[in-house]
């Protein structure tokens, strides 16, 4: 189709049964989304023959707080939030990728080699989309995009994956007759990020972007991870899912990150490992006073989070497959509790008076008064905290954390059925 068939086909309602399973909440405003993007890519791109629409949702990660990079089980989810693309083939070789805001430096696709000097750049991850789905046999071309996203930055909802895997999905849709996996999709955004953006992620956030719903993930083989979809209704049980957004400050926490996995890999070394999935927990604990002697009580603490909650997003996935949501909840609770008192990313031991998740926490507990539950969400130190707020006080929870952090702040989700994919009409 062209621009004008695309848009006529909004208008007839052609879309809404796709637009109804990515955005319940009101497929008007969808509709005009979509819409205003294909006239941004009218009026940098002009009409085309064939034009197509690609997404790719942000994600929330739901059980397995850091355990990801130490080949652990971990649950996520993809949520209503979004990138979009609007995509035509061009017969230059070369990617030129407009996006709401900002240019994009085209990526000329004869040139696939990463650079340092590109580090931190979004013409980086195209071009390692590209250059690794060179590599792993699949075709590729030049195409021009326009892309919008409402996926908030900073708010641990994965703005960057998203954007991966998007990418991956067009070069699929539109080079390769939509036959990359979903797997495979998610690898390549993750080696687009390490080795192209210079960004050393774990594959949590591609995974979830690409499956789409509940996915519980064992990365005991990243390689070969063993992925399974869960399908469950949030809202049937009369709870809202919601990021709060404490905005804090994101610089110089790179050291606070690192930390992380580099006590874990003191701990797991200690033991002849690689990553803390391979001790074995007995020997362990049976090992805690040379531990904390040679590597200091914070990196024991953090090992013991890793078994903790390695083990709790497993019980997550089996609470929400026998639809035990009083359980689940238990066990958001107790994961929200490890990572504050042992893994410790709540707040940068670098600024020790910015302390917005500590604070959000305690508001929300103190509001919650016992029902719902609440954690820090995904990297921590300085970004969001995840809750399940009782529906019906949903508005009163709004009023009392926004008038804190300001209008805006909390960002209510809901999960979407659908990973990665092309919009494609009835």
Known sequence: ??????????????????FNKLYPADVSVARKRYNDALNCFEEIFGDREEVRIFSAPGRTEVGGNHTDHQHGRVLAGSVNLDVIGVVAANDVNVVRIESFGYKVDPVDLNFLESSEAEYGKTSALIRGCCAHFKKSGYNIGGFDAYTTSDVLGGSGLSSSAAYEVLICNILSGMFNNNGVDRVEIAKISQKAER???????GLLDQMASSQGGFTAIDFMNPEKPVVEQISFDLASHGYTLCVVDTHGDHADLTQDYADITIECREISNYFGKDFLRDVDTDVFFASISDLRNKFGDRAVLRAIHFFGDDNRAEEQKVALKQDNFNHFLDLVNESGDSSYKYLQNVYSASNIKAQGLCLALCLTEKFLNG??????????????????IPTERIERYLKMINGV???????????????????IPD
């Open 1 to 18: 189709m062209n621009i004008t068939q695309l848009k006529d086909a909004i208008a007839q309602g052609k879309f809404d049964n796709i």
């Open 195 to 201: 080795e192209y953006f210079g960004k050393p992620c």
């Open 371 to 388: 029902e719902g539950a609440c954690r820090v969400h995904g990297g921590g130190f300085a970004g969001t905290i995840q809750c399940y």
């Open 405 to 423: 952090f300001g209008e805006g702040s909390c960002c209510i989700l809901s999960i979407r059925p659908i990973g990665g994919c092309e919009i």
